[in-house]
């Protein structure tokens, strides 16, 4: 996006005479320039400064008016599981990990074998070894952020290969091009935006575009891990996402990826490969009205591609925290106990994948103990949801002890995980029955 200045400085050159006398009006001339240039600048930095005020005060009513619809929903939720327990009825809650409210890790055990939680991903895996960012490095003397130049391209006009040809999805608009480098360089102050401007009473809802970027010559071409913030977060739908393994048109989609409408941060785990070049495609479907205009705003924070190399050990049957490890505890609503487990069910659901080649284990367990107090081990017993047979709890606390082991080999054909990278665990679903304590 262009950036328009708002401070115009202005100012003659009224050079003097060798040996001359100076004239007065030059001087008080260019004294007149300097003060109106300066009023006008704390005539900015003040209208500035007001605009900020309200904006953080705007911000500030907002986030207060969210915060208490979250309160409004969690306590929805805690009064339809307390009066389920008079009608003997099964509810459900989802664990979402992008919260770290109820996660921890075995720190009392071994420090080094915690797993790694990004809440801004909302995802747990594997801790790192190394990581290589294929865009950008730091910089070992000035540990500043290095960006290569970069062959970006982006075009409102692409062929979906849905038999319409190539198809102009901006067309009518005025095309902001914005900055697209500031996608690809690791600093997340700076954002690719793209602005698309129609007349208020157009018709058009909806706009797309395709960009494609060359990755840098320099560093290794495998990579196995490729990560999303599109702008704004949970705005913008992804369409496509795919990878070339060099620089023609064979561009392959991304194992695991779907087209994900109003999409937030997401990372993209595959088999390390060689990647060349990324496509992505955008589609805008939200509008804002913005000076009588109908205005889409599309773009990303940060594409990162990389190759990660993840921690291996893992030791089977080993005792809880001796492998990456992490636990999830799940309290009944207040005055209340889980009675009967119904159905257990992870995101993504690794249950899937062959009982004698699991890359996520999980016991749940009536107390912090996973030894004495198992309720049901995933490792050799079906979910009840499978099995038909409720698990008996009655506990007013759930911990589940989840274990993780790289990925050295395909748990089959309905694993959700690629081999050769980390397992990866977003929440855990459990449906279930109360009782009063």
């Not at 005479?17 to 004239?23: A, C, D, I, Y």
């Not at 801004?120 to 290569?148: D, R």
């Amino acid at each position: 996006m262009t950036d328009h200045k708002i401070v115009n400085i202005t100012s003659v050159r009224r050079p003097a005479k060798f040996r001359g006398q100076l004239l007065s009006s030059d001087y008080n001339d260019t004294q007149e320039e300097m003060i109106s240039d300066i009023a006008e600048i704390a005539n900015v930095v003040n209208s500035l400064s007001s605009k900020l005020s309200k904006t953080i005060l705007i911000l500030n009513n907002e986030n207060s008016f969210l915060r208490r619809k979250v309160d409004s929903l969690q306590n929805q939720q805690e009064y339809s599981e307390r009066i389920s327990t008079t009608l003997g009825s099964v509810v459900s809650r989802y664990i979402d990990l992008s919260s770290t409210e109820g996660i921890s890790f075995p720190n009392d055990l071994d420090d080094t074998r915690s797993a790694m939680l990004s809440s801004e991903y909302g995802e747990v895996t594997l801790p790192v070894n190394s990581v290589e960012n294929k865009f950008y490095v730091i910089s070992l003397t000035t540990n500043k952020v290095v960006s290569p130049s970069l062959d970006i391209t982006v075009n409102g006009s692409f062929d979906k290969q849905d038999g319409n040809g190539i198809v102009n999805y901006e067309r009518g608009g005025k095309v902001t091009l914005g900055t697209p480098e500031n996608a690809f360089n690791g600093v997340n102050e700076l954002y690719w935006v793209r602005r698309v401007e129609f007349p208020l009473d157009s018709r058009v809802d909806q706009v797309e575009c395709e960009l494609t970027v060359v990755v840098p010559e320099g560093s290794s071409s495998n990579a196995n891990l490729i990560e999303l913030n599109p702008f704004p977060n949970g705005s913008v739908d992804i369409t496509e996402l795919a990878t070339a393994s060099d620089l023609g048109n064979n561009f392959t989609r991304v194992s695991g990826f779907t087209p994900v409408n109003n999409l937030t941060a997401k990372r993209y785990h595959f088999t390390p490969t060689t990647v060349d070049q990324i496509k992505i495609r955008f589609r805008q479907r939200n509008w804002v009205e913005e000076n009588g205009k109908k205005v889409f705003y599309y773009g990303l924070q940060e594409c990162s591609l990389k190759l990660v190399d993840y921690d291996k050990q893992y030791v089977p049957g080993a005792s809880f925290g001796t492998n990456n490890s992490f636990i999830i505890t799940i309290p009944a609503p207040s005055g209340t106990s889980f009675n009967k487990i119904y159905s257990i069910n992870p995101e993504p659901n690794f249950l899937l994948e062959d009982f004698n080649n699991r890359h996520v284990h999980i016991k749940l367990c009536s107390s912090p103990d996973t030894i004495n107090n198992v309720l049901w081990d995933s490792d050799n017993q079906f979910p009840p949801q499978s099995s038909a047979v409720p698990i008996t709890t009655n506990t007013d606390t759930l911990y589940a002890f989840v274990q993780m082991n790289f990925v050295d080999s395909s748990g089959g054909l309905l694993s959700p995980y690629r081999v050769g990278t980390t397992p990866f665990m977003h929440g855990l679903g459990l449906s279930y029955t109360l009782t009063n304590n």
